[in-house]
């Protein structure tokens, strides 16, 4: 005999109308999937070296960093970097340089790389360079390309797995969502400006797969139930499935979520906006699920999953 879980975000015999909801839910999703395409325009993403070409130097001073002194040093060298700002430690520091142009673009940018490694050795004696990258325009619109490329074959991918294990309204309304997740996480990378770079594409990629699975789950109950409980309206069939499945959807959420957190608070640098970005796919996939993915298969499938309608 199967023993009963200690915690349950619901009780089993709870019974919630998430229906009742499913026209403001579908209304604020695209309100603010709306303003996250405004906001991809104006003020748009922040680019990653990947995706914009040019010059990161990352190192670890001896004492506390001065950053208006590393900045004045740097200038008075003749560097102009885009950006010297602090990170993780207060002994850390990231500049950012726009690559240089015209012939021998590789020969310059070593050479501006070198003289900012000289810099910062005169003016904070003791620093060590942690790392030192460069991306030349050319390399970043081609990653910048083929990273789009990959979220839109994902959605293809994801298209015809459902389509082939449910039904058309099944893939349609998953894929839809999934647009509506993606667009709503872009809006967060706008707002918080975190660089948008082939980390934060894989961080998209994973909250699609992540997003996908958990409606997978969700629609698997509804098939079931729509087979057990022929004479049911769809709309009553949905209400239950999402019941039925709520504390596990819940259950994995919140297991992820919690073992995202520590990366958004104490990865450093390279983990930080993977982490954060993650930890709003996970909010953004797990309410989609219920709020979204549901309503828009009520819309889609009511004359033909259940010709009785709601």
């Known amino acids: 005999m199967l023993s009963r879980p200690l915690f349950r975000f619901v009780r089993d015999d709870r019974r919630i109308a998430f229906m009742r909801g499913r026209h403001m839910g579908l209304v604020v999703s695209a309100v603010l999937s ?28 001896a004492a506390p960093a001065n950053i208006n002194q590393l900045r004045a040093a740097l200038d008075q060298a003749g560097i102009h970097p885009d950006a010297v700002q602090a990170f993780g430690s207060d002994r850390d520091v ?9 012939a021998d673009r590789e020969a310059r940018t070593q050479q501006v790389v070198d003289r900012v490694k000289d ?42 797995y459902i389509w082939v294990r449910f039904e058309r309204e099944f893939a349609i309304s998953a894929v839809l969502t999934l647009i509506l997740d993606l667009t709503k ?44 409980y022929r004479t049911m309206p769809l709309r009553e069939v949905l209400d239950l499935s999402i019941n039925e499945t709520l504390n596990r959807t819940l259950g994995t959420s919140m ?27 996970i909010v953004v996939g797990t309410s989609s699920s219920i709020f979204i993915a549901a309503p828009l298969l009520l819309l889609l499938g009511k004359n033909r999953l259940r010709p009785s309608g709601e």
């Open 34 to 61: 709306v303003a996250s395409l405004l906001l991809f325009f104006q003020p748009g993403l922040k680019l990653g070296l990947d995706f914009r070409g040019g010059i990161v130097v990352e190192a670890q001073t």
């Open 94 to 102: 990231r500049i950012s340089v726009s690559a240089p142009e015209g």
């Open 255 to 281: 297991t992820v979520f919690l073992a995202a957190l520590p990366l958004a608070l104490f990865g450093g640098s390279t983990l930080t906006g993977f982490a954060t970005v993650m930890l709003f796919g």
């Open 185 to 228: 996480t872009v809006g967060f990378l706008a707002i918080t400006r975190f660089e948008f770079d082939l980390v934060m594409v894989a961080a998209l990629l994973t909250i699609l797969g992540y997003s996908t699975n958990d409606k997978v789950v969700v629609y698997d109950r509804i098939r079931e139930n729509l087979r057990k």
């Open 119 to 160: 810099t910062l050795s005169k003016a904070a004696p003791g620093t060590q360079i942690q790392r030192a990258d460069a991306v030349g325009a050319s390399v970043s619109h081609e990653l910048f390309r083929n990273g789009l490329l990959a979220l839109g074959l994902s959605l293809a991918m994801i298209l015809v």
